[in-house]
């Protein structure tokens, strides 16, 4: 099969920018963003960078249902899904992206506990 060379050239873009946020497990979760008026967010993404949870909150984000958070130096090393309630166990990853300008803090995996 011959593909012109402009459409080889956007599929091999493509394939060299489209990689996984956290390679080998199942969520990563953005750092913080001050939305304002004390307000923060994090967002918890799939590997295509899409939103799938989060929170939003003026307290204390480990202290929310959602993220559980270890000792110091404080990470969310636990996040409860708010849709299925499975929990993920996370950690810092240095293979880890970025979501547009939202750099991946933590990944999370479920492995079965």
């Given at each position: ?12 873009t493509?394939?060299?920018t ?28 799939d590997?295509s ?13 480990c ?18 899904s ?16 970025t979501c ?12 079965g506990?």
């Amino acid at each position: 099969m011959k593909f012109p060379s402009t459409s080889f050239a956007a599929l091999l873009t493509f394939a060299l920018t489209a990689q996984a946020i956290c390679p080998g497990f199942n969520f990563g979760i953005g750092n913080q963003m001050d939305l304002g008026g004390g307000v923060n967010r994090w967002n918890v993404y799939d590997d295509s960078c899409n939103v799938v949870d989060g929170l939003t909150t003026n307290q204390n984000p480990c202290d929310q249902g959602i993220f559980g958070c270890s000792p110091p130096p404080v990470i969310f090393d636990q996040y409860t899904s708010t849709f299925t309630g499975l929990v993920y166990a996370c950690r810092t990853d240095p293979n880890s992206g970025t979501c547009g300008s939202d750099v991946i803090s933590v990944c999370c995996r479920n492995d079965g506990n």
